[in-house]
């Protein structure tokens, strides 16, 4: 394994690994560290070196070392979650990674694996088993675990969002920053900018759907999403990119620019299913049915609709739902079918009506879990 690596961009946290790799005259340690900066080279998605670098680790871990195993499992996790964001994959694991660091007592190896196991609980509507896990990163780490803490925060900057509390959010995406700046780890400052980007986008299209979206909230989330892509444009990191032009193209189905998004969309939405996103899948071909009925397409406009409804079990998130039967009952306004607007619309209110609840019940799980560290 080579010990220094020729990178384009530059990474505190590879440098410093690199540092204490070259300084390291342990054999055994050597080892836990190339798979440590296997995870990390995963996290700015130089896949196919951290792929190499953990089957060579494989190679070497003849006696199967419980440690270097489970932080080799860590890697692997990265591995599938950066290459196509398969949070089933991803999250099996992490469970073991995590399983592993308990046993060998490794605090590190249990903190960072807990809140990656946290982000997968969320991503999968589990926020009360998201919550147990952040609890475990902060108790198996300390102040100087930034790697684990700083992704706990931002797991909870992210569950905070969801239950509507932005301003709860934005101090635990700072305390998620200030952990990824000490640590080096622009990787994380990077997906922080896109998930905050992200709810913001994903608010403002609920709030598009019953009322008037106004020109600052317009103006202030359209400036997040812009810094998001600017970073991972600079970073090069792929497992965004089929996903921040999904972004960008429900923002201009809000400014009504119809045939922008639908160019974007056509371009990018296989690939967003792809890339770990089948889930929203549904929303997005409702949102492209809205835009086709708005230019007149009155033809593409009830493919979509149809395609959207075919998949409507993927979709499992309220709010997404609220915003699916919302686009749906506006088609069925301007194609003039009364039965598809009344339906969709019912279906809508109600999605709506529970996601206000649901918020409620996140926000009481949020708030008992925080209590804790």
């Known amino acids: 394994m080579n010990e220094r690596s020729d990178q384009t961009y530059s990474s505190r946290s590879i440098d410093i690994i690199d540092k204490q790799i070259l300084q390291c005259q342990e054999p055994a340690k050597k080892l836990l560290l190339f798979a440590k900066k296997a995870g990390r080279l995963a996290r700015f998605s130089c896949l196919p070196e951290a792929f ?132 080096g780890d622009i990787a994380m400052q990077n997906v922080m900018l ?53 972004m960008q193209a429900e923002l201009l189905i809000i400014k009504g620019k119809w045939s922008e998004a639908i160019n974007i969309m056509s371009a990018n939405i296989d690939f967003a299913a792809l890339d770990g996103q089948k889930r929203l899948l549904p929303k997005f071909l409702a949102q492209r049915a809205w835009c086709h009925a708005n230019l007149g397409d009155f033809e593409n406009s009830t493919k979509f609709s149809r395609a959207s409804l075919d998949l409507i079990s993927d979709c499992k998130d309220l709010d997404d739902l609220t915003v699916l039967h919302c686009r749906l009952s506006s088609v069925g306004r301007l194609i003039k079918d009364s039965e598809m607007e009344i339906k969709n619309k019912s279906y809508a209110v109600e999605y709506s009506r529970k996601f206000k609840i649901q918020q409620i019940e996140i926000l009481e799980i949020l708030n008992e879990a925080t209590a804790r560290i």
Not at 230 to 242: H, M, T, V
């Open 52 to 183: 190499l670098m953990v089957k060579e680790l494989r190679a070497k871990n003849v006696e199967y070392d419980p440690q270097l195993s489970g932080w080799i499992l860590l890697a692997e996790g990265l591995i599938e979650h950066f290459e196509r964001l398969d949070n089933a994959k991803s999250k099996d694991k992490y469970n073991r990674a995590f399983l592993v660091g308990q046993m060998v007592d490794d605090h590190e190896l249990a903190s960072i694996a807990a809140a990656w196991m946290a982000h997968c609980e969320l991503v999968s509507g589990q926020v009360k088993e998201a919550a147990e896990h952040i609890v475990s990163a902060f108790n198996w780490s300390d102040v100087s675990g930034s790697e684990a803490r700083g992704r706990a925060c931002m797991v909870l900057g992210d569950a905070f969002n969801w239950a509507g509390q932005t301003e709860l959010a934005r101090n635990w995406y700072r305390s998620a920053r200030d952990h990824a700046i000490r640590d």
């Open 194 to 246: 896109f998930n905050g980007a992200t709810f913001g986008v994903n608010n403002l299209t609920l709030q598009d759907c019953f009322n008037p979206v106004t020109a600052d909230s317009l103006k202030r989330v359209e400036m997040d999403a812009a810094s998001a892509a600017n970073l991972n444009n600079a970073l090069g990191i792929q497992s965004l990119s089929s996903l921040i032009p999904m």
